[in-house]
């Protein structure tokens, strides 16, 4: 239906299908209107995770990626930023932080490509606690530590580096339990894109707006 009313999908990001929740085929069409409603408390708490989702909370996000990566985007809210970081790839709700204030230096290098110089002391503090705080609480112990110095212990290089690795892989099997988008089409969007629900469903509304301005353009307004 996309390319029928102009939207082509010239990149998309991809998770591993294990990662992937289970695709519920249940109504038809752009939308799951003629649905019963979920009265159960699990509805209740979708539809509030739905709304936080649109709430205003910094305006910045910092995301931390599975892979021990972390990204900062500039968004009015957690849907907002998931949309923009699909560019990249499918950010769960759950891997956003907002951030209060933010400060990174950046220099021009000879090759004409822009080196990052160094974070700001409250920035760093920040990353280092939401993104690592195992690896981040070994290098200030004992362990690594050396006694009155500060420094870390010469003997600590296998220490730090498996508390590196460890940082890399603690996500990886972290569930991703974010809600299945809102539509069939949505789903079966994000199936094959194997990107998130606040994704799809975004392509979902585009695509229906796109559909409704067309046949109102031909015949009036849309009934």
Known sequence: MLPEVGIEIGRSSCRPLASLPEIARTGVGLSDASAQPDLSAEGAAETDQEEELDDFESGL?????????????????????????DEWAGAEPAWLVPMDQCMIDFRLNDQAEIDLVQFGQE???????????????????????????????????????????????????APHDGPPAKTELGRELQKRLGTVAVVADHFVEIAANEILRGKAGGKGKPS
């Open 61 to 85: 996000y910092l995301c931390r990626w599975p892979n021990g990566e972390f990204s900062v985007v500039k968004a009015d809210s957690r849907r907002e930023a998931i949309i923009e970081l």
């Open 123 to 173: 920035t760093t503090d920040f990353i280092w606690e939401q993104c690592y705080p195992a690896l981040l609480a070994l290098l200030s112990s004992d362990d690594a530590l050396a006694s009155g110095v500060g420094e870390p212990k010469a003997s600590a290089g296998e220490i730090i580096k498996a508390a590196v690795e460890h940082e890399r892989k603690r996500l990886w099997t």
